[in-house]
């Protein structure tokens, strides 16, 4: 029963990366339709069409320390759930660009919340054997709603005529809500109740419920983790956890640096700067999402037996090689196949190193009394640099007035050369997490 449990709330926990991964790309098959029954200009559709959803999540990232700390792992989560399907409801009846944005920006909030706190949580009920394994399920779900967002673009585009992207927005507010009803099934993680609670029977008892060997040692560990009063929120940037800020601000730094975002954002709008037709570009975009999720179900396999280092080594390289790729495929006009080809290989290169990878490193190399705090910190990062690179896509991508608008390899150019810092960085400056406690992680890098 205790396996059925594990299974259970694991995979609750991680259906908020489904609902993260749905809401973050749906706009994508929104965005032409938006653009021209609006008609706003490309700064406003850049700053608050495109991007608010990402603006919100920069504010839900960088505050989701605060609720996941003072009011549990398990109450946030539910209510991760109903800032998507408020937003889901909104975003399909809005009947102009401003409530359009308002709420985008709710859950926008609640994405941002969600990269805090399920691999806070996650990372706090797994084995140090699995966790690696456990944490990246919450990414897998994020790749699989982003699968499923392209899929269901591609099915509703026609099926309503000038009311699709009604219909791609609003769908989401459905497993929204089974998502809500699920997670009251979860249980508070006994850090937290020791952390927070100092409730050790309750703490015993969801150990007990994992699957520990030794509880007693468990508890001791988790107590002496937690015991020093330098750990609080207010001393995280005091100097004592330089090294896991650094860590964690350059992985989400690079994580946004390599396009990623850029690319799932607008993928049919390149796709079709490339000679696909509108409803082709949304086909391809399939092939994408199909990529992204078969490549991160490798990640998943790996992470806890080659490590952390490792798949960013060979993320990094794949990243080298398909944003140069697909840079020269733009410069020299190349066939769309061939485009897409490298296209795909770079959201394979993303998915086996950086996407399987980010979440997991971040929720570890924190120590127990500010992890939440940590992950908020490692989760704005990311978020911050996602909105901004967003929110000027427009300005270079825009049919009227972008800088690029005719061939944006120069863009591809400029992702490849960060790509290549991060593997000096991944060679010279990451540690490896795997098969280490959080306890013992705490104790090296601070």
């Not at 069409?49 to 320390?65: C, E, K, P, R």
């Not at 998502?179 to 100092?198: A, E």
């Not at 490193?361 to 992890?371: A, L």
Request: glycine share 10%; proline share 4%; charged share 15%.
């Amino acid at each position: 029963m205790a396996k059925n449990n594990t299974s259970y709330w694991t995979l609750t926990v991680a259906l908020a990366g489904f609902l993260f991964g749905f809401d973050t790309v749906v706009i994508s098959g929104a965005n032409l339709p938006i653009k021209e029954l609006w008609n706003t200009s490309p700064a406003f559709h850049g700053w608050f069409i495109m991007s608010m959803a990402l603006w919100g999540t920069v504010a839900g990232s960088l505050l989701g320390g605060i609720p996941t700390n003072k009011f549990g792992r398990k109450k946030t989560l539910f209510w991760i759930g109903v800032l998507y399907a408020v937003s889901a409801i909104g975003s399909a009846l809005a009947p102009d660009p401003y409530s359009f944005s308002f709420f985008r920006f709710i859950g926008g909030l609640g994405v941002g919340a969600s990269s805090v706190t399920v691999p806070t949580y996650l990372s706090e009920i797994a084995s140090k054997e699995k966790r690696g394994g456990i944490v990246a399920r919450y990414q897998f779900m994020i790749v699989f709603g982003i699968f499923i967002a392209f899929f269901s673009n591609y099915l509703l585009k026609g099926v309503g005529g000038d009311m699709d992207w009604r219909y791609m927005l609003g769908i989401e507010a459905v497993p929204a809500i089974i998502y809500c009803i699920m997670v009251l099934g979860v249980p508070n993680s006994p850090r937290w109740l020791l952390l927070n609670k100092n409730d050790e029977e309750a703490a015993r008892s969801v150990l007990k419920l994992l699957e520990t060997k030794n509880i007693d040692q468990s508890i001791s560990e988790i107590r002496a983790s937690v015991s020093d009063n330098s750990a609080s929120s207010k001393s995280l940037f005091g100097g004592k956890y330089s090294k896991p800020l650094g860590l964690a601000f350059l992985l989400a730094f690079f994580n946004q640096l390599s396009g990623i975002n850029f690319v799932l954002y607008y993928a049919p709008e390149i796709l079709e700067k490339a000679g696909l037709a509108g409803k082709e570009s949304l086909g391809s975009s399939i092939s994408i999402g199909a990529v992204n999720l078969v490549f991160t179900m490798l990640g998943m396999y790996l992470i806890d037996r080659l490590g952390r280092k490792t798949l960013m080594l060979w993320g990094s390289i794949g990243y080298i090689l398909s944003l140069s790729m697909v840079a020269y495929a733009f410069y020299a006009g190349a066939s769309s196949g061939f485009l897409l080809f490298f296209i795909c290989l770079f959201i394979a290169s993303h998915a086996v190193g950086q996407g399987a990878v980010i979440w997991v490193f971040i929720s570890e190399i924190f120590p127990t009394k500010v992890r939440a705090f940590g992950q908020s910190f490692g989760s704005g990062t990311h978020w911050v640099f996602a909105a901004l690179i967003t929110a000027v896509t427009p300005f270079f991508l825009d049919s009227d007035d972008g800088v690029f608008k005719d061939n944006p390899w120069p863009i591809f150019a400029f992702f490849a050369g960060f790509m290549i810092l991060q593997l000096l960085w991944v060679l010279f400056k990451m540690p490896e997490t795997k098969g280490k406690s959080l306890e013992a992680l705490q104790e090296e890098l601070t």
